[in-house]
Structures are given as structure tokens and as C-alpha cells.
């Protein structure tokens, strides 16, 4: 019946129309994010995976303890040292397109080990890789930052400025390591 229509019917439809509008507008993108965040920081801790080791330069590494950026020389040890553990895969996610202090040729010869991942970055002012690295062993840093500057995705793959489809180094470092137990990722 028409009452039955203006009581129960039109308000819902309304109200699922606004929320629909606000939707596609972006106005509740803010409390999605938000609401996202909390749940995130509710979570239990995983427990830390005995087979990742992440060596990090921090901040008060760098104020207090080192030079920086790293020398050539510095991180090609750095390498060296992590080889003798025999890791199935060591990712570098430090921009090195050019020399740094003394010891380009030592750096140059830990990284052409094949379990070497370099990184690149792909989007905005491009950086280029390591050159004595091939394609096959350099990943991209670029990230997307959502609206309200905080990083919460993280792309696998994307083209280039020239169109060339591209892994990042996350993508190269699981595709590394996962290859001696027969898992091969397929796009």
C-alpha cells in the first residue's frame, strides 16, 4: 500500500542513497582508514619468523653511531657477512646508482652474487638500480601513500615511466626465496 511506501520503503532507500553518495564521494574514506588502523593496532603481535633477519640502519644509527650514507667499502662487508650464513636471498633496499666513498669494486663484486636483490625506484624522480645488477635481481621501492600521508598497501608490480612491467622488491625477494621449495609466482 502507498502508506506502507512512505513509512518503511522510501526512508531505506533514502538512507542506503546517501550512504551510496557519501561513498563514491570519499567522505567516509577518512573513517574507513581510521576504523582500519584501530582494528590493526588491536591485533595480537604475530610472532617474529626465525628465518627473516632484518639488518636496519636507524636513525640514531645514523645521528650518533655512523657515516652516512653507507660507503661502498661498509656495505659490501655488510654483504660478505651476511653470505657466510648462507641466506637463500638478502634484499638491499638502499639506493646505490652511484659510488659511495672507497670500495665501489668490492661492492660490485658482493652483488653480483645471485641471491642479491637491488632496489630501483620506479615512479616520480626515477633512481636507478645497481648496474652491475640484472633485471631479474632489482626490485622497486615506490609506495602509495594515501590522502591523509599514511602508507596501508603495498604494490607487487607496476609499469614504468617507459611502460615496462616491473616487480617490486618484495615480490623479488618472496619469488627468490620461495623457488628452492617449487612455489614459482605466475602474474
Known amino acids: 500500500s502507498l502508506k506502507h511506501w512512505r513509512t518503511g520503503l522510501l526512508p531505506s532507500l533514502s538512507i542506503t542513497g546517501l550512504v551510496i553518495l557519501a561513498r563514491l564521494l570519499g567522505i567516509l574514506q577518512p573513517l574507513e582508514w581510521k576504523t582500519l588502523d584501530l582494528g590493526l593496532r588491536w591485533q595480537q603481535p604475530e610472532a617474529k619468523d626465525p628465518r627473516i633477519t632484518i639488518v636496519a640502519i636507524t636513525e640514531e644509527d645514523i645521528q650518533n653511531e655512523i657515516d652516512y650514507p653507507i660507503s661502498d667499502a661498509d656495505l659490501a662487508a655488510l ?9 637463500r636471498t638478502i634484499g638491499i633496499d638502499i639506493f646505490r646508482d652511484t659510488p659511495i666513498g672507497a670500495g665501489y669494486p668490492a661492492l660490485e663484486k658482493a652483488l653480483q652474487a645471485s641471491n642479491v636483490i637491488g632496489v630501483t625506484k620506479i615512479h616520480g624522480v626515477p633512481v636507478q638500480p645497481p648496474p652491475m645488477l640484472p633485471e631479474e635481481q632489482i626490485g622497486f621501492a615506490d609506495a602509495n601513500l594515501d590522502s591523509d600521508g599514511f602508507i596501508r598497501r603495498s604494490l607487487l608490480a607496476d609499469e614504468d615511466e617507459f611502460g615496462d612491467y616491473r616487480f617490486s622488491i618484495t615480490t623479488r625477494l618472496a619469488e627468490q626465496y620461495l623457488a628452492p621449495e617449487g612455489v614459482i609466482l605466475e602474474n
Do not use: R
Open 79 to 87: 654483504v660478505e657477512t651476511l653470505q657466510t650464513y648462507e641466506p
